[in-house]
Structures are given as C-alpha cells and as structure tokens.
C-alpha cells in the first residue's frame, strides 16, 4: 500500500472543520444537527474516515497529523452542543412575547414579611378600639428623643455607646425610640389623642440572637379626662389576646422610664413562652405620662392624663411563631420567608 502524499489528510481535516461549521451555524433544528453529526463523526462520517486513514501515513507524520484530527473532532463535537444547547432554548422559549399581566401558573405570588404581619394584626387590633396610625422620622434630634421626654442630659441612654449620633456635637441622631411620636404629636394636635406608631429604632447593640442594631417597635399613647391605670392594662390585655391567643398571661412588674409615672414592664406568658424555655418574656414598657411631659408639649397636666407604652414588635413576632434567633428577620434567606 502507497503511503499517502504528507500533509494532505491535514488540510482535509481543516477543509472537514470549515464545513461543518458553517452547516452546524445554518442547521435549523434537531433533525438537521444529527445529520450532520452522523455524516462527520458517524461510524463511516468524515472524519472517523480520516483518523481510520492515519494508519496509511508514514510513521514520523502519525502523532501529529492524529493530534490534529482529533483537535478537529473534538471541536466539530463542541459546535453541535453548542448549537443542540440554542435551539433547546428556541424551542422552550414562547413564540409571542411574554404577557406579564397574565395570571401565573408557575410563578408563586409574594409574601409579607413575618414583621409585618405582625405589626399589621397589632395596629388592625388597636384601630378597633379607635386608635389612629402616627408618624415621625427615623433621624431624629436629642430635643424629641431624650430632652421633650424628660430624660436628663447625664441619663445613660444618651451614651455615645448606646444611641448612634450623626455627627459629633450634632444634636441629630437615629431615633433609640419611637417614644419621640408621642412628642410630636402631642405639639400638633390638642387631646385627647389616640395614636399608635409602627417604626424602626436603633441602637448600638451588636448582634446576636436576641439583640440588633436595628429593630422594630409599636408605640401607644392615649391622652383624655380622667384616664387610668385600669384603661391601659384593659388595652393592652384586649390586644395581646387578639394577637397571640386566649391562653396569654400578663403580668405588669414595676419599673422606671423618666417620661411616665409609675411606670411598669409588661411580661408575657404562653404555652409558646414555656416550650422557648421560659415562664415569662418582658416585652413591653408602659406608663402613666409624666406630668412634666405634658408641660413640655403644652397640655395642662392638671386637666388630662394618659397612658403610653412601648412593644418591642421582633419579641412578639418571636413569641408568635416560636423564632429563637432575631436575626433570621434580616437575613432574607427564602427558606425562611415562605413559612409564613
Ligand atoms: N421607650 C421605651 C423603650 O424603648 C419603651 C416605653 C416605655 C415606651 C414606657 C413608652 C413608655 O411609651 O411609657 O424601651
């Protein structure tokens, strides 16, 4: 048998790979791309002809000239999956253009964050009782946060290590409370006032599985004639039972905040409480208002009297659905989301 001519199954090989390159771009489907493949790579294809011919070349051209004819099947084969892959996707994609006002079949609707649902139940539950929704910025200045609050300039909340200031010697600073509402409020309308305030507070706290930065609050504030103790424990009793069951206790500890006299915590307990671990979880801060925070917004502490409390909303989200860990509530994590 003559060897063949040097070089020449090379240039076939190229000549092979320019071909099927140009019919794999132009295939225009499956079909045609198996055609192709079997006439290239199929057991008689061209290119399986060319390797069976290696044998026939002189000894020393063998390797390379093998090297290279496997380089070129190599990529014929990437070119057809690259091009099965493009027309697998055509063929998946709708021919009209999407309708996205179309009611979904496949795509899950979205969902309220556990806080919210929360926040919402607590403040639907107080606005039955005739309690409106008020508002006040998250950058707040000491005046509404501590002064207006009656809580004295050396009081340790206003520590640079406890409350996050803009700037040094800047008055401003992210709100530690959402007991500032009460403030602002109270200077714009004339009592009686009813009011609860959804927000976001902050504080230096770093985070663990009970503490964050950032957290969420429910504040309460109810100003009229001859308003008592026995009103706010009524209250708040009527709304922890609408929003986390029949079974809930409470029980009122005395306390000390600066802006309501007496003051007491509010704890809580539930079958959920003691499955947590625990007979009872503090949730709440409340109070009869201070008589020197009604001078400071101007009603006469002589004529009215009022409640205000304070929720910390995470500690009831917690509590409702037994989360241990309060930083799941930032983390975004699907997993987590779509249980509620
Ligand atoms: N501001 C308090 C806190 O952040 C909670 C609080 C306590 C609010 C007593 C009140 C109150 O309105 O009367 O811990």
Redesign the pocket.
Known sequence: MEPEATGEPLSEADAHLADAEQAVTAAADLDELQKIRVEYLGAKGKITTLLKRLGRLPPQERPSAGRRINEVKATVEGLLERRRRELREAADRPSVPTDFSLPGRRLEPGRLHPLTLVTEDIVRSFRRLGFAVAAGPEIEDDYHCFDALNTPPDHPARDVQDTFYLREQDRRLLR????SV?IRTMREQSPPVRIVVPGR?YRRDTADATHNPTFH?I???YVDRDVTIGDLKGTVSFVFREVLGKEVKLRFRPHY?S??EP?MEIDFSSPVTRRMGREWLEI????MVHPQVFENVGYDPEIWSGW???FGIERIAMIRYGIEDIRKFYENDLRFLRQF
């Open positions: 530690t409370h959402t007991s009460q507070v609050q504040e309460g504030l905040f802006y309501t003051s709440a801060g409340c109070g205000a409390f304070g």
